[in-house]
C-alpha cells in the first residue's frame, strides 16, 4: 500500500517570502498522480498542484510550483512571494492510475502541514 | 473543475441519532467519493459511491453505519447512523474529473458535531 509522509506538523514564512513543504512517498507504481491541496479554515479542501509520474517537468501554477524527484519518491511544495492569504493546512496526496480496481480511485494523504504566514 | 455542493454545511446532532448528507454535482461524473476528516487529522476515504451498485466501503467502514445512496450520475448521499460523539468530523463529497487527468475535488465539507 502507498504511503505519504510530511514531515513539517508546522511551518510558517514572512510575507512575500519563500517556503517549501516537504512529502516522501512511498509505492511499488511507476505511473500515479500527486497532488497538493490547500485546507482554509473554511475546511474545504482546494487543489493547488497536480503532478504526473509520467511527467519530467515539474509543475507550475502561477507562485507555486513543485520539485517531483521520483527516483527519491520527493514531492515538495515551493511557495513564492507568500500572501496572507497561503495561511492554511497543506496535504501531499498520493492517487494510483484509474483501472487499479478500487486503489485507483482512492486518495491518500499525508498528515499535513500547517502554514502560518507572518504579516 | 465541477462544481460539488454538500447539504448540510455544519449540523449539531444528538447521540443515537442519524443524519443524512448530500452531494449534488453540476455534471455527470463516473466517481464519487465519500472522506471523513476527523478534528486535526488528515482525510479518510470512507466509500467509493457507485452508480447503479452497491458501494465500496474501505477497511474499517462498514454500510450499516455509513449508507450511501447513488441514484444517478450528478447526486449522492451519506448517512451517519445512530451517531455518537466519535463521529463528530467533517465529512467531504469528493469527484474524479477525467476531462482533467482524474483529478480529486472536493465540495465544502459537512462538518458534524455530535453531543
Known amino acids: 500500500a502507498q504511503t505519504v509522509t510530511q514531515s513539517q506538523p508546522e511551518m510558517s514564512v514572512q510575507e512575500a517570502e519563500t517556503v517549501t513543504l516537504s512529502c516522501t512517498y512511498d509505492t511499488s507504481e511507476s505511473d500515479y498522480y500527486l497532488f497538493w491541496y490547500k485546507q482554509p479554515p473554511s475546511r474545504q479542501m482546494i487543489l493547488v498542484i497536480r503532478q504526473e509520474a509520467y511527467k519530467q517537468q515539474n509543475a507550475t501554477e502561477n507562485r507555486f510550483s513543485v520539485n517531483f524527484q521520483k527516483a527519491a519518491k520527493s514531492f515538495s511544495l515551493k511557495i513564492s512571494d507568500s500572501q496572507l492569504g497561503d495561511a492554511a493546512m497543506y496535504f501531499c496526496?498520493?492517487?494510483?492510475?484509474?483501472?487499479?480496481?478500487?486503489?485507483?480511485?482512492?486518495?491518500?494523504f499525508g498528515e499535513g502541514t500547517q502554514l502560518t504566514v507572518n504579516p | 473543475s465541477a462544481v460539488i455542493s454538500q447539504k448540510p454545511s455544519r449540523d449539531i446532532c444528538q447521540r443515537g441519532t442519524s443524519l443524512t448528507i448530500q452531494c449534488q454535482v453540476d455534471s455527470q461524473v463516473t466517481m464519487m467519493f465519500w472522506y471523513r476528516q476527523q478534528p486535526g487529522q488528515s482525510l479518510t476515504l470512507i466509500a467509493t459511491a457507485n452508480q447503479g451498485s452497491e458501494a465500496t466501503y474501505e477497511s474499517g467502514f462498514v454500510i450499516d453505519k455509513f449508507p450511501i445512496s447513488r441514484p444517478n450520475l450528478t447526486f449522492s448521499t451519506l448517512t451517519v447512523s445512530n451517531m455518537s460523539p466519535e463521529d463528530s468530523s467533517i465529512y467531504l463529497c469528493?469527484?474524479?474529473?477525467?476531462?482533467?487527468?482524474?483529478?480529486?475535488?472536493f465540495g465544502e465539507g459537512s462538518w458534524l458535531t455530535v453531543v
Open positions: 469528493s469527484v474524479a474529473d477525467l476531462l482533467r487527468g482524474n483529478t480529486i475535488y
Open positions: 496526496a498520493y492517487r494510483s492510475p484509474p483501472g487499479r480496481e478500487t486503489s485507483g480511485s482512492r486518495l491518500t
